[in-house]
Every structure is written in C-alpha cells, then in structure tokens.
C-alpha cells in the first residue's frame, strides 16, 4: 500500500508558523490534498490540489510542495488550530486513496 | 448545500456483515460527476479509505478490504450504502459517508479527488 509519512507531532506558540510535512515516493506526481480534524469532529478540508483553498478557508492555511514532501503551513496559529492534520493523495499506480498517518498540531 | 447522512447498527458481532446507508440532502447523487466514498476511523487512530463509487456505479476499493466490500448506489432513493463483510473487532471504527470531486484522466478514465463533505460519523462497535 501507499505510505504517507507525517511527523506525529508538531507544537507550536500562539501566532507563530506551524509547519507539517507529508512525504512518499510518489508526491511529486500526485495531487495533495490537506485535511482538519478537531477532537470530536469530522474531518474538513483546508487545502486541495497541492496549495488550493475551499471556500471559508482562512488564508492562514496555505499548500506547498517541492520534490516528494508536500508541506501545510499554518500561520499565525491560534488555539482553534490545534487538530490533527492529514494529507492524502490519489496514488495512481495501485488506485488507492491513502491518507498519511497524521499530525496533531499543539498550540502552546 | 450538499448534506450526507449515515444510518445502520451500532453494534455487531464478528463475523456478521455490517450494512450502512448515506442518504444525501441538497443535490441529486445522480449528477454532478461525484464520486461517492465510505472513510472510517479506528478509536485513536487515523482516517483510513474503504472504497468509493462514481455516480454511474464504477467503484474503487481499498486493496486490504477488496474481497470484503461492496457499494452501491441507489439514485431512486438518493443513497448509497457499504457493505462490509466477515467482520472482527479490527472494523470498529467510526465510518463516514463522504462525497468526493472526481479527476479525469483521460477517456473514460477518472478516479475520486479531494473529500469535499463529510457526514456525521457513525459510530460501528464489532464485539
């Protein structure tokens, strides 16, 4: 199966820059998709097609990629941004829909 | 605005099969180019794909539950469910309908995109 790997933990201070990477073989070649689950909630997308916002998506988030690590950033943190974050691609080699192992985002 | 909603049994045992529905609210589940999907998380874990439908009926599955699982859809009714079977206690989880955009890759290829909804979660207990 396709492997997404994410650190498992990233904290950050109050209005400072998290950063959450997401790498595999094939990233470069697929399209990333970012994910928000708050504790509780169901998961909501923040970023699609590698650095694009839904609608309602604060500009705080924002997609980028280079070589097989896609990357979130979130700017400016605040303490509603604590969640764990997920990636995901389309891995067209084997047809499956993989998600990374995720990351929880502390604001401290 | 598209709504999904899921319903089924909360509580199964192993070797049963577990049936879900999704019933969507806001569009018609036979337009509109979107792949229909089940996503299930176990306790304390993270999100992991089941499978996922295009409007017309082709289906994609997670290779780990390939022999296990079916979707279907139900345009009549405005809903899609999951079949699950021979279930263990490794399907406890809580599954989510999902509907997803749709990539074209040329011809009749395409496959599901991003998730753009998610239903509520349905909690799933195999004991």
């Known amino acids: 199966s396709y492997v997404l790997t994410q650190p498992p933990s990233v904290s950050v201070a109050p209005g400072q820059t998290a950063t959450i990477t997401c790498g595999g073989n094939?990233?470069?070649?697929?399209?990333v998709h970012w994910y928000q689950q708050r504790p509780g909630q169901a998961p909501l997308l923040v970023v699609y097609d590698d650095r694009d916002r839904p609608s309602g998506i604060t500009e705080r988030f924002s997609g980028s990629k280079s070589g097989n690590t896609a990357t979130l950033t979130v700017s400016r943190a605040e303490a509603g941004d604590e969640a764990d974050y997920y990636c995901?691609?389309?891995?067209?080699?084997?047809?499956?829909?993989?998600f990374g192992s995720g990351t929880k985002v502390s604001v401290l | 605005q598209l709504q999904l909603q899921a319903s089924g049994p909360g509580l199964l045992k192993p070797s049963e099969t577990l049936s879900l529905t999704c019933t969507v609210s806001g569009d018609s589940i036979g337009t509109n180019n979107h792949f229909w999907g089940w996503i299930r998380q176990p306790p304390g874990k993270g999100l992991e794909w089941i499978g996922s439908?295009?409007?017309?009926?082709?289906?994609f599955f997670n290779p780990s539950l390939k022999s296990r699982g079916t979707i279907s859809i139900d345009s009549s009714k405005n809903q899609f469910s999951l079949n699950l079977t021979s279930l263990t206690a490794a399907d406890t989880a809580v599954y989510y309908c999902?509907?997803?955009?749709?990539?074209?890759?040329?011809?009749?290829?395409?496959?599901?995109?991003?998730?753009?909804?998610w239903g509520q979660g349905i909690v799933v207990t195999v004991s």
């Open positions: 999902v509907t997803q955009g749709t990539t074209f890759c040329g011809g009749d290829c395409h496959h599901p995109a991003e998730t753009t909804i």
């Open positions: 995901q691609v389309w891995d067209s080699s084997s047809d499956h829909y993989a």
């Open positions: 439908s295009y409007y017309t009926g082709n289906a």
């Open positions: 094939s990233v470069e070649r697929e399209t």
